[in-house]
């Protein structure tokens, strides 16, 4: 240490003279500077020839080296007496010794261990009396023996990092089987003897090539590192490398994020319901969040904290106030960004009220608030505004007692509540609640605060339309030195543009289509111009929707445009880093007077941060904010005879034609029959549609004639035979689907009332499996398709009349109206269906998903008991990706009390673990005991009658389609049980 300042007193100064300084230790007023002269291999042609100092029986060579390559050779040389060739390198960053002779490897010793760390390390190679060893590090490192059988002692050459070109230089026969040596050495050692590299230098001594003299010409690419987002940095001689593993980012320099930045943007990949990371700034610092997304109509973003459910208190002693604190899983900063870009945020709040005031209304401290997001007291309660001090019920004048604003202020001995959402953005989320009105006799209360629920994307459908190829819109310079990224969606119908430019006074960057098949990225960061290209296979001009990203970094530049292969440039290893731009930011045109752009540019973002692009083109000339025509990009989302409907932002799936639901009509519509259970869908007779002429044919009218049906069953049974769906017809024709004794599908046809049904089997296998199958049949007048699942689709010809009349009703389950039906099919009928029914449609009607989920409105009737499951979805559900609504409302307890289902704080825990113990124990010993007897009875029971054979593949549908199954079930009934 020198020049050690405090205050600008020299502290070695004073201890040198010895004033007011204690010494403690050995220290000594003078540094002697190092002599070491390193010497720098720097190209794959470098090397290192040394005369052997003092040739004898013995070898010691030792040198000092540092690299950054994990292989590398550092010494070789040839053994007296032609006993073979000596190598010392580095592989996979330890030092390695081999001897070679003739092909075969008589010595492999390793030792060492992460040599490539680019610090200084030593090793050495020693061999006298039948033992060779190499030690690196000395004491701290490690050592490595062999004991060979013959004498290693090298010949007059030493030859280090590498071998003269033939030809060039006296090379005495030297070979490098490995990689060059690529970093310093000094410190170099022959015998007891150090070499004078200066006389190296000078050509006095050995022999050289390409090597730096008296310099350690290595370079840290790692310090300042370029990795981001946490990536660690690796290196070699010529580049760095970033490690992006588990930070959520990806690239050459970790920069760019794996996932998408809102619920809005998975939606729109095709992406269910379900838990997703979100990046809410892209590339930007905000770290990823995992969060709920909930694919409706609206997609909604859910976000909990560590209490949502509703929280019951009770007065206690010497408390005035209850504090309540919530913890959320996302930090503030990441909060933020995820309200403000959303179109609508909202958070319920909730308080249940028995003698416990709320907000002390219309004047005075309130007894109870709220935190927001900053930490600051909210006085409003949820459903009502900022600024004042009510309900949502006073402020629609709908409080039980109207002299007070909420209905909690009223004091009432019975329970009462005031709930409803927060919706103002800049007050979310609510961080805490202070619940104050709770230290009088028999005041009781119980809040909930519901997660944090957002929908819409303000930057994902932020767009713009060009209509010019003059026209363009203009930002402020775009600041990306050393990583640049660039995305954006683009459609359009023109052959070329450019997107957008920047200009500095050399620098540059710019993206254009330059053909309907080819987009262009290219820049100049001092380097000379660049350009990176992709072409499509189809057309890019097609008036669809097309993603692209460029990205720029110290390390290449890569250009992406949808699926397609990505192209990547290389930047030279030590070229200009820094992108240096001074003009505007020209989108949708250009500065240079090029070919402008003609389309829609949308969801534009330059390193995370979304251009307002509609702001910006409402003073705008020759720009439209907006873009139409969404459909035509993501209709194919909208799946199973789904309507894609356009939006100002996005679209939507109708689902009205479709026996489907869900945010792209892909969630199976199934109930569980038991063999009670009947739907029955009723046209409108004939007779009223001819009375009624205003009457129009839709899904719920039937059509006089039917020449064609589109039938659709999705089941699941274990029950043969059955009867899976009966149309009827006022005049006594009929279709049925049903399976038969043998568990094969029929479909009988009856169109003409003076010939007998008609009956097409199919030859697939026994269906009633308890696994799903879906059937589709097809009439085209006398021509009928039958598919069952994935087998061949069958045809058949019908030869009765090919016109259904007058249809009547469609049904699922027990036909109740069963006084017309013809003999075989009443004998079905009786067993009725027990199993499970999914996307059941007839043309255009869907008579299930009509039951369940609109039976208000729709013509339909529903006998015994139908609820809707999920026995129908041919894949497992996620748990978590189930596509239902948040729910705003609370759960009561004690009907007609009000008292709220809670999680209550001050409760007799111990007493309640006591007797939940108690229970347990109690029940524990009753099915000991049962268990025992019954197992003893078992013993004493035997029945002459074999166990029915559990069908195959059916855990979940233990239905038994023998004829005698109910007896069976009777009579092993106690066996079942055990």
């Known amino acids: 240490m020198e020049n050690v300042l405090y205050n600008d007193v020299n502290i070695v100064n004073l201890a040198q003279e010895g004033h007011h300084v204690s010494i403690t230790g050995a220290v000594s007023f003078t540094c002697s500077e190092p002599v070491d002269v390193p010497v720098t291999f720097s190209s794959p042609g470098s090397f290192l020839q040394l005369p052997l100092s003092a040739p004898g029986d013995e070898i010691s060579i030792s040198l000092e080296f540092r ?507 030590d070229g200009h880093l820094h992108l240096q731009l001074n003009s505007q930011l020209f989108v949708g045109g250009t500065a240079s007077r090029q070919k402008g752009f003609l389309g829609c540019i949308r969801s534009l973002q330059l390193n995370g941060r979304t251009l307002d692009l509609e702001e910006r083109a409402k003073i705008t000339p020759g720009v439209r904010p907006g873009c139409p025509g969404h459909c035509s990009s993501y209709g194919g989302l909208c799946q199973n005879d789904g309507r894609c409907v356009e939006r100002y932002t996005g679209f939507t799936c109708d689902c009205g034609l479709s026996a489907y639901t869900g945010a792209f009509c892909q969630k199976e519509v199934s109930a569980y029959f038991k063999s009670t259970t009947s739907v029955s869908y009723t046209f409108k007779e004939p007779y009223e549609l001819n009375r009624n002429s205003s009457v129009q044919a839709s899904s719920i009218y039937s059509d006089m004639t039917l020449r064609a049906e589109n039938v659709t069953v999705g089941f699941r049974t274990t029950q043969a035979p059955a009867l899976l769906l009966y149309v009827g017809s006022y005049y006594r024709e009929y279709l049925a689907v049903l399976l038969n004794r043998n568990g094969h599908l029929d479909v009988k046809y009856k169109l003409q009332s003076n010939r007998d049904a008609e009956v097409f089997r199919t030859s697939t296998r026994n269906l009633a499996n308890g696994q799903l199958h879906i059937v589709s049949i097809r009439r085209q007048a006398e021509n009928l398709y039958i598919q069952v699942d994935q087998y061949e689709q069958e045809e058949f010809n019908i030869t009765s009349d090919v016109e259904f009349n007058a249809i009547k009703s469609v049904m699922l389950g027990k036909v109740h109206d069963s006084g017309e039906l013809d003999p075989e099919i009443a004998r079905l009928n009786a067993l009725g269906f027990t199993g499970c029914l999914s996307v059941v449609q007839f043309n255009s009607i869907a008579p299930l998903k009509a039951a369940l989920l609109y039976p208000a409105t729709s013509p339909v009737v529903v006998t015994g008991n139908l609820e809707e499951s999920t026995c129908g979805s041919s894949s497992p559900s996620h748990p978590h990706a189930s596509e239902t609504t948040h729910s705003l409302t609370d759960h009561f307890g004690t009907l007609g009390t009000g008292e709220p289902i809670v999680n209550a704080i001050n409760s007799d825990s111990a007493l309640i673990g006591g007797v939940i113990a108690v229970v347990i124990f109690v029940i524990l010993s009753a099915l000991a005991v049962m268990g025992r007897c019954l197992y003893r009875r078992k013993e004493t029971f035997q029945t002459p009658t074999p166990k029915a054979g559990k069908p195959e593949d059916s855990p979940e549908f233990p239905f038994n389609n023998e004829a005698n199954s109910q007896y069976v079930l009777s009579e092993n009934q106690r066996e079942h049980f055990i």
């Open 67 to 573: 690299t950054w390559n994990k292989a590398g050779l550092l010494l070789t040389f040839h053994l007296q007496q032609q006993a073979g060739s000596a190598w010392l390198y580095l592989s996979e960053a330890r030092a390695r010794l081999q001897i070679h002779k003739a092909g075969r490897v008589l010595v492999d010793i390793v030792t060492g261990s992460g040599l490539n760390d680019g610090q200084w390390h030593s090793v050495s190679l020693s061999g006298r009396r039948g033992r060779l060893a190499i030690m690196v590090d000395r004491e701290d490192g490690g050592t490595a023996q062999a004991h060979p059988s013959f004498p290693v002692v090298p010949e007059t050459q030493l030859f280090f990092g590498g071998c003269p070109e033939e030809g060039k230089v006296s090379d005495h026969g030297c070979r490098n089987l490995f990689s060059v040596f690529q970093g310093c050495m000094r410190l170099i050692h022959t015998g007891d003897q150090e070499v004078d590299l200066i006389k190296v230098q000078q050509m006095s001594l050995g022999n050289f090539s390409d090597l730096q003299m008296d310099i350690c010409g290595i370079i840290d690419r790692c310090s300042p590192s370029y990795c981001e987002h946490g990536g660690k940095c690796t290196q070699s001689w010529s580049t760095f490398h970033c490690n992006c593993s588990h930070t959520g980012y990806k690239g050459a320099t970790c920069h760019s994020s794996i996932y998408e930045q809102s619920c809005e943007a998975y939606k729109h990949k095709g992406n269910t319901s379900g838990f997703y990371h979100l990046d809410v700034d892209g590339s930007g610092s905000i770290n990823p969040q995992r969060v709920y997304c909930n694919m409706t109509d609206k997609t909604w973003m859910v976000i909990q904290h560590n209490n949502t459910e509703l929280t019951k208190l009770k007065p206690s002693s010497g408390i005035n106030q209850h504090l309540a604190y919530f913890n959320y899983p996302a930090d503030s900063e990441q909060l933020r960004a995820i309200i403000t870009k959303a179109e609508h945020c909202e958070q319920e709040l909730s308080y249940h009220c028995k003698k416990s005031r709320l907000l002390n209304t219309p004047v005075g401290a309130p007894f109870t608030w709220w935190m927001d997001g900053a930490g600051e007291a909210q006085t409003y309660w949820g459903g009502a505004t900022p600024g004042i001090q009510q309900c949502a019920c006073g402020l629609h004048e709908t409080c039980v007692h109207p002299e007070h604003l909420c209905n909690c202020d009223a004091d009432g001995v019975d329970w009462a509540n005031d709930t409803g959402p927060l919706t103002h953005k800049e007050h979310l989320p609510v961080r805490g609640v202070a619940v104050g009105d709770l230290s009088r006799p028999g005041s009781e209360a119980a809040y909930k605060v519901g997660p944090l629920q957002c929908y819409g994307d303000l930057n994902y459908w932020n767009s713009a339309y060009f209509n010019k190829e003059t026209s363009y819109l203009h930002f402020p310079t775009f600041h990306g030195e050393l990583s640049a990224d660039i995305s954006f969606m683009f459609k359009t119908s023109a052959a070329s543009g450019v997107f957008l430019e920047n200009l500095g006074i050399k620098d540059f960057i710019r993206i254009e289509l330059s053909s309907p098949f080819e987009v262009v990225f290219s820049y100049d960061v001092g380097n000379g111009p660049v350009e990176v290209r992709v072409e499509s296979p189809a057309p890019l001009n097609d008036d669809r929707w097309h993603g692209l990203r460029a990205e720029r970094n110290v390390k290449e530049a890569s250009l992406r445009v949808d699926h397609l292969p990505g192209a990547t440039q290389r930047a030279p290893p």
